[in-house]
């Protein structure tokens, strides 16, 4: 009997904030579905290598995507989205990372030297971070 799969989950993921350097392991889990489900990961709509199994009954299909974060990674969207031949015909679900990274350089600019009991004009200048230094 055709049956349609529960709308997917993501796992893994205590907080969409996360640090650039983490490895993030994320799980989609799909409960049920006859025929079975197919399951696809994206990063803001580029599709992402993971790989999937079904297990169980009633079967639950999970797939598995490993991700290091990065400074881009601040406000990506990564999507997990069945795909079923029954209607409706799928669904997803959605995390939006807040990514905190320090800033990669700081510069200070100015003259390097002085006369005694002169003064100096010095700026301090850092890259982009998150939050702003």
């Given at each position: 009997?055709?049956?349609?799969p ?42 992402l ?47 939006t990372?807040?990514?905190?990274y ?16 002169g ?15």
């Amino acid at each position: 009997l055709p049956v349609p799969p529960d709308p997917p989950t993501i796992e893994g993921l205590e907080s969409p904030h996360v640090r650039a350097g983490d490895t993030l392991r994320l799980v989609c889990l799909v409960r049920g579905g006859n025929p079975l489900p197919s399951l696809h990961w994206d990063k803001d709509g580029v599709p992402l290598v993971g790989s999937w199994v079904t297990e169980g009954r009633p079967a639950v299909s999970r797939s598995r995507v490993t991700l290091t974060v990065t400074p881009e990674d601040d406000g990506a969207t990564l999507r997990c989205s069945t795909h079923s031949p029954l209607p409706p015909g799928g669904g997803s679900a959605s995390v939006t990372l807040s990514v905190t990274y320090p800033p990669a350089e700081v510069t200070i600019a100015g003259t390097p030297t002085v006369a005694e009991n002169g003064t100096v004009a010095l700026s301090c200048t850092s890259a982009p971070s998150n939050p702003p230094v």
